[in-house]
């Protein structure tokens, strides 16, 4: 292992595996991409414990940590307790305040409790919840990134991404959002970088641009 690589560790959006970041390609003698996956939380596991468990897998320090959505949520926690080079958050919120109405109304009612979860096999469900939209003419492509469809983790998930109770944005993030993000459409406004035609996909659809510019912003 080269000691001079930085190391970069990816973490998915909620439902999704880490295929997601299959085309995220940096320059090889300077970067070294880790895949990080979500595991099945512990019955009452709070986020921050979860988020403790889920630097267990972080094996090297001063690491640039990149999350996706929920998992941008996830990484803002485990910033807490790592030593970190950059900490980079896509299509994600800053705090509870950018989360839309739809969710902070499931908050107040506690209505996530009673949501039909148990359905989320059904891939057209699952898209509408992990990416804001149905599935249409993309069977196969949701089929291959969402694949995370275990009832105990997409209730603990939804939960925690609800109940999230930061008060003000990480001050050392790197946010990057879409102007056209369906799933959290408030989320442009401050210290972000937007990015012109983004959907809450697009670590996927325009990975061009991260292949780019990710370079620039973990150096700058």
């Given at each position: 292992m080269?000691?001079?690589?930085?190391?970069?560790?990816?973490?998915?959006?909620?439902?999704?595996?880490?295929?997601?970041?299959?085309?995220?390609?940096?320059?090889?003698?300077?970067?070294e991409?880790?895949?990080l996956?979500?595991?099945?939380?512990?019955?009452?596991?709070?986020?921050?414990?979860?988020?403790l468990?889920?630097?267990?897998?972080?094996?090297?320090?001063?690491?640039?940590?990149?999350?996706?959505s929920?998992?941008?949520?996830?990484?803002?926690?485990?910033?807490?307790?790592?030593?970190?080079?950059?900490?980079?958050?896509v299509?994600?919120?800053?705090?509870?305040?950018?989360?839309?109405?739809?969710l902070?109304?499931?908050?107040?009612?506690?209505?996530?409790?009673?949501l039909?979860?148990?359905?989320?096999?059904n891939i057209?469900?699952?898209?509408k919840?992990?990416?804001g939209?149905?599935?249409?003419?993309?069977?196969?492509?949701?089929?291959?990134?969402?694949?995370?469809?275990?009832?105990?983790?997409?209730?603990?998930?939804?939960?925690?991404?609800?109940c999230?109770?930061q008060?003000?944005?990480?001050?050392?993030?790197?946010?990057?959002?879409?102007?056209?993000?369906?799933?959290f459409p408030?989320?442009?406004?401050?210290?972000?970088?937007?990015?012109?035609g983004?959907t809450?996909?697009?670590?996927?659809?325009?990975?061009?641009w991260?292949?780019?510019?990710?370079?620039?912003?973990?150096?700058?």
């Amino acid at each position: 292992m080269n000691p001079q690589l930085t190391q970069i560790y990816l973490m998915p959006g909620m439902a999704a595996n880490p295929s997601i970041f299959e085309h995220i390609d940096l320059p090889k003698n300077n970067y070294e991409i880790h895949w990080l996956e979500w595991q099945i939380p512990n019955k009452n596991e709070t986020l921050k414990d979860y988020a403790l468990r889920m630097c267990t897998f972080i094996k090297h320090d001063n690491v640039v940590l990149l999350g996706v959505s929920f998992g941008g949520v996830l990484v803002q926690e485990m910033s807490k307790y790592l030593n970190l080079k950059k900490l980079i958050v896509v299509s994600s919120v800053k705090s509870h305040h950018e989360l839309p109405k739809r969710l902070k109304l499931l908050k107040v009612t506690k209505a996530y409790k009673f949501l039909p979860t148990q359905l989320m096999s059904n891939i057209d469900l699952l898209a509408k919840y992990a990416f804001g939209e149905t599935i249409k003419k993309r069977v196969d492509l949701y089929k291959k990134y969402l694949s995370v469809n275990d009832k105990t983790y997409l209730d603990w998930a939804i939960k925690q991404m609800v109940c999230w109770s930061q008060e003000e944005a990480h001050p050392d993030a790197i946010y990057i959002h879409g102007d056209n993000d369906a799933v959290f459409p408030h989320s442009c406004v401050g210290n972000c970088i937007v990015i012109k035609g983004g959907t809450h996909i697009m670590i996927i659809n325009k990975y061009k641009w991260f292949n780019e510019n990710l370079p620039k912003l973990i150096e700058g």
